[in-house]
């Protein structure tokens, strides 16, 4: 089953409202989780990476105003897209490092397809 | 910065014949994990295999394989016995196993792969 949920799945809104996106990891502390971005037929482009208890670190382009991450607990980061508009229209993936074991695998939620009007 | 390069954008195989897709990738660590990952139409990212960089020995799970070959940087997956539920991108992808390292995944482009019956 999935160790990782993300919320919700396919999410509408109008333009200049503000969207969350939640990532759990269900059955291990996660203190490490990454968001990505992807358009069709493209790859994923990490956002950025989210430390629980302390800030999230973006990457190079990525607006820290415009996407906002907070990853309060060991289980859980959230990603706000905040006054969202029609270019922000995108699948948005998280995935979380599972610290147990040497390989410490990532894994994946099943991501969010945002459509902004 | 490490980067991941896929050079086939589309690829077609017939089904329960063997198809090979390529990945090569630039990095300066001597330790490093490089994965396969499926996403289907769905967009699920569904871990196929996965390689240590330390270890000679390809990796194998069931119908994939890997043919990792250090020294060239490449790190192909050989797929037998196609089956039409293959049909999917398929994305390479790199991570550094240096203490302290970055934990982020780089992906290369991917490549969509074809299941013809």
């Known amino acids: 089953g999935a160790v990782v949920s993300q919320h919700p799945s396919w999410v509408i809104c109008k333009s200049g409202t503000s969207v969350k996106i939640e990532c759990r990891s269900l059955?291990?502390?996660?203190?490490?989780m990454f968001w990505y971005r992807q358009f069709p037929k493209q790859s994923l482009m990490l956002m950025a990476t989210?430390?629980?208890?302390?800030?999230?670190?973006?990457e190079q382009g990525v607006e820290k105003d415009k996407f906002l991450i907070n990853h309060a607990s060991l289980t859980l980061s959230t990603l706000t897209v905040t006054s969202a508009h029609p270019e922000d229209s995108s699948f948005y993936i998280c995935?979380?490092?599972?610290?147990?074991?040497?390989?410490?695998?990532?894994?994946f939620g099943d991501g969010t397809r945002l459509s902004i009007l | 910065a490490q980067t991941v390069t896929q050079s086939q954008p589309e690829m077609s195989v017939q089904e329960a014949e063997t198809v090979t897709l390529s990945c090569t990738y630039d990095t300066s660590e001597s330790d490093y994990y490089l994965f396969w990952y499926k996403q289907p139409p769905s967009r699920q990212m569904i871990l196929v295999i996965r390689?240590?960089?330390?270890?000679?020995q390809n990796a194998t799970e069931n119908r994939f394989s890997v043919n990792f070959q250090k020294a060239a940087k490449s790190f192909s997956l050989k797929i037998s016995d196609s089956q039409l539920g293959d049909a999917a991108m398929y994305f390479c992808?790199?991570?550094?196993?240096?203490?302290?390292?970055?934990?982020?995944?780089?992906f290369g482009k991917g490549t969509k792969l074809t299941v013809n019956p």
């Open positions: 059955d291990f502390q996660a203190t490490t």
């Open positions: 989210s430390n629980e208890g302390s800030k999230a670190t973006y």
């Open positions: 995935s979380a490092r599972d610290p147990r074991g040497r390989n410490q695998p990532q894994h």
């Open positions: 390689q240590e960089a330390y270890k000679q």
């Open positions: 992808a790199y991570r550094s196993a240096i203490r302290g390292g970055s934990e982020k995944l780089v």
